[in-house]
């Protein structure tokens, strides 16, 4: 199993991304080749690639560089407020829960290039589906592809497979979070083998990688980023559980839980620390910060949603951050934005409380809109005659009601219909 990259549907010539690559049967320039090389490949070169970044950490110390800029602080303010609204969700909570596994196990599966498909996932939560005996039996010398045993596996039961990993990994994750900040390390090397359960090498399982690797644009095989050199990574995670586990100024506790969840997400997508199922051990690892601070306790929110709609992006903004050296913050923008988004969508969900009233304004506004088209705070303030300050907050009724979304990387000034 390894890392993998998916085209968003309708979304022609977007990037596509890769992790070591994947089994041939899965390339047809959706994705990359296994072992591709760290050199970039013939063709034009793409904006994203256009300063390739090898990902760097200050020896001996996680430097964590995040401003809280007044967008920020506006996003961490909204997700407090809807986080603590569904706390008080009880009647739909199992409901809420159940959801969320089966939708961030598919979306998360995908964001790696997985070719599940929605009948094959439907299978396994309706339990019309067993485990392959190769694959319950484990793999022999040979790597990946060996303990896969993919020459012998149809295509939809190595996705199945990786599917039931993750909705396993889910129904762990209340244990693994009450342990993730006493014990980082062995809890993420839990995770690993959660994910990786039956589809790598027992001794691969929870190992550092010793391999290198890198990111690509599956399309044209571009490098997007290096990861560190292998013989880094005992000190860049050792210096990751201290961070998690120390107080005051110099640890994690320093920040508030969507700041840390945000930036152990992109730490383990920049540094890739396994040989395989990196981006979805970022995912839960993030998710884990989140219910162990108990900020979302029960796991209901589901930021895939807001990656799924931009691959490409959501890995050109970890290569962006290593440019930026190590500068996490728009990184952690766009995080808080993912997570607001997903919790609103749970709390419309649940529908503890009625849906705020719409001024008529608001609604005449956004009638005048075709679905996907834009409206910033300052062209809604000339329109309707108000203030900008009026005109955010319509705005952001409108989002909260579904009728509108932020657009990702607007600092919150642009909205979309939906």
């Known amino acids: 199993m390894a890392d993998r990259g998916v085209q968003p549907a309708g979304q022609a010539g977007g990037q596509v991304v890769s992790r070591g690559g994947i089994h041939g049967r899965w390339r047809g320039g959706r994705l990359g080749c296994r072992g591709a090389p760290r050199t970039q490949g013939a063709g034009p070169r793409p904006r994203a690639a256009a300063a390739r970044a090898t990902s760097v950490s200050p020896a001996g110390s996680i430097n964590v560089r995040v401003a809280h800029t007044s967008y920020l602080v506006s996003l961490l303010t909204d997700a407090s407020l809807i986080a ?106 839990r995770l690993h083998g959660l994910i990786c359960q039956g589809l790598v090498e027992p001794d691969v399982v929870g190992r550092l990688r010793t391999t290198e690797q890198a990111i690509h644009d599956g399309a044209q095989g571009w490098v997007i980023f290096n990861a560190p050199d292998p013989a880094r990574l005992p000190e860049l995670l050792g210096d990751l559980e201290a961070w998690l586990r120390g107080d005051g100024t110099e640890g994690s506790t320093a920040f508030s839980a969507p700041v840390v969840a945000a930036v152990v997400h992109e730490l383990l997508l920049q540094w890739q620390p396994y040989e395989a199922g990196n981006g979805r051990v970022a995912r839960a690892a993030a998710r884990l910060v989140l219910r162990a601070r108990r900020f979302d306790p029960h796991g209901v929110a589901v930021p895939e949603q807001h990656w799924a709609r931009d691959v490409g992006g959501y890995y050109t903004e970890v290569a962006a951050t290593i440019r930026r050296r190590g500068d996490l913050t728009p990184w952690v923008e766009r995080h808080t934005e993912a997570l607001v988004e997903a919790l609103t969508t749970a709390l419309r969900a649940a529908r503890p409380s009625p849906a705020p009233s719409l001024p008529s304004r608001a609604a005449a506004a956004v009638a005048e809109l075709d679905p996907g088209q834009s409206i910033t705070v300052a062209e809604y303030a000339q329109r309707c005659a108000v203030s900008r300050e009026t005109a955010w907050r319509d705005l952001h009724a409108l989002s909260e009601v579904g009728l509108v979304e932020r657009e990702p990387r607007s600092l919150g000034r642009r909205f979309r219909r939906v």
């Open 84 to 189: 603590g609204r569904l706390l008080d969700v009880h009647g739909k909570r199992d409901a809420l829960v159940s959801q969320a596994r089966r939708e961030a196990a598919r979306l998360s599966a995908q964001l790696d290039g997985s070719p599940l498909e929605r009948s094959t996932a439907d299978a396994v939560d309706a339990g019309e589906w067993q485990r392959p005996l190769a694959v319950l039996a484990g793999g022999s010398a040979g790597g990946w592809a060996a303990a896969l045993r993919l020459d012998g596996m149809a295509t939809q039961d190595v996705a199945a497979v990786e599917y039931a990993n993750l909705l396993a990994t889910h129904d762990e994750e209340p244990l693994l979070a009450s342990q993730f900040f006493d014990q980082p390390l062995p809890t993420l090397a």
